[in-house]
């Protein structure tokens, strides 16, 4: 079987769900990992050492900007030549972007955010969670090259081999497009929660501490606001301690306590870290999709029918505001930090 998977990256920087998905590509043979940027050549390298058999190295300084137009044609431009049976994306935006409009221009199909990929009678046959994570669906598309998405971090990192290569192949950008891109702005927040490990994330609970009174003047909200302030400021400590990132629910998100980009969930990230550690936090079918996948899940919350403990290995009954920094102490002397 012939498999190309796409390198995504930003400005040379790859995301690290694309060498997960090269690595599962090996499953099948060989494969020829596509790297477009501008002076993007030693993401090839990288490739190479990450397992990749051959790359496809679109280098042009008019690919500089992620375009889905210009990279999906460059792609399919290749496909007709090159003809892969299937071809492999990691489950960020840019990846959905390009998987769907790559699938257009060749009359295929896209099965996204697959978390296991088996062969079966010569079809690759795709597992991927549905309604919220709550079944697992199995399902192979009819057309080819099959296009299939890889949740990130749902599949295993192939071993760093430095100075192991292949055969790199320079090919043509096709560039046109109607988009420009006028600049970059960095998110509030700047978290990476899908490449993270570990999670600690809060919820609406985090903002329930009667014990701290605000500062005088402000009013019911801004009060609100400030005690989930200190609140997360507990939940970026112990997440800090552990190496990890802070997540938090739509609740915390939508009532103004953090930023959008650390909010976990089916209208937030997908997540899939080996140890998610929630805290006041109810457990909403909406946040399950978004962290159910977590290797380990911890759930701290003071009422004892919450839905999260129903996904949790490791359940603790009690007051985030006396536990949290418990274990924060606990792990810097574990830790030595
Ligand atoms: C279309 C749609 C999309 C959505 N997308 C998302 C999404 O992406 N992500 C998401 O999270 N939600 C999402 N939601 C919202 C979701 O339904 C819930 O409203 C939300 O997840 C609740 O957040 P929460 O658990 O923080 O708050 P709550 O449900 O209010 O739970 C707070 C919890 O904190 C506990 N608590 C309170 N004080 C303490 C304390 N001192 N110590 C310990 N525990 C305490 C309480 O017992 C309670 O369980 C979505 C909803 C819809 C309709």
């Not at 690759?124 to 971090?153: D, E, H, N, W, Y």
């Not at 420009?180 to 929660?193: I, M, P, Q």
């Not at 606001?225 to 998100?253: C, D, H, N, T, Y």
């Not at 919450?306 to 009690?318: E, H, K, T």
Request: proline letters at 6%; hydrophobic letters at 45%; glycine letters at 12%.
């Amino acid at each position: 079987m012939k498999t190309w998977v796409y390198i995504d990256h930003f400005q040379g920087q790859e995301l690290p769900a694309s060498w997960e998905a090269v690595g599962v590509g090996k499953k099948f043979g060989l494969v020829t990992a596509i790297v477009f940027g501008s002076g993007v050549e030693p993401l090839a390298k990288k490739a190479f050492e990450y397992g990749a058999d051959e790359v496809l190295l679109a280098d042009d300084p008019a690919l500089a900007d992620f375009r889905p137009e210009a990279f999906a044609s460059t792609l399919s431009s290749l496909v007709s030549s090159g003809t892969p049976d299937l071809i492999l994306f990691p489950t960020t935006a840019r990846g959905r972007d390009l998987a769907a409009m790559t699938a257009i221009d060749l009359n295929s199909g896209v099965i996204v955010d697959a978390v296991a990929l088996d062969l079966e009678d010569g079809k690759v046959v795709a597992t991927r969670p549905v309604f919220g994570g709550k079944l697992l669906a199995k399902m192979a598309c009819s057309a080819s090259p099959q296009i299939i998405t890889l949740r990130g971090r749902a599949f295993p990192k192939p071993e760093h081999q430095p100075g192991r290569s292949g055969t790199l192949t320079k090919v043509p950008a096709k560039a046109e497009a109607l988009t420009r891109v006028e600049g970059y702005a960095a998110t509030e927040g700047g978290v990476s929660l899908t490449d993270a490990g570990i999670i600690v994330s809060g919820g609406r609970g985090v903002s329930n501490n009667p014990a701290l009174t605000p500062p005088a003047g402000l009013d019911e909200k801004q009060a609100e606001i400030w005690r989930a302030q200190q609140g997360f400021k507990l939940i970026g400590e112990l997440a800090a301690v552990l190496g990890g990132a802070m997540g938090a629910s739509r609740a915390a998100v939508d009532a103004g306590y953090v930023p959008y980009a650390h909010q976990v969930g089916q209208t937030g990230k997908i997540v899939s870290p080996d140890l998610y550690i929630a805290c006041g936090i109810s457990g909403a079918i909406q946040h399950l999709a978004g962290m159910r996948s977590s290797k380990t899940i911890v759930a701290i919350n003071k009422d004892a029918e919450a839905p999260i403990f129903q996904v949790a290995r490791y359940g603790v009954v009690g007051d985030l505001f006396q536990i949290v920094p418990a274990l924060t102490e606990a792990f810097k002397k574990r830790l030595g930090k």
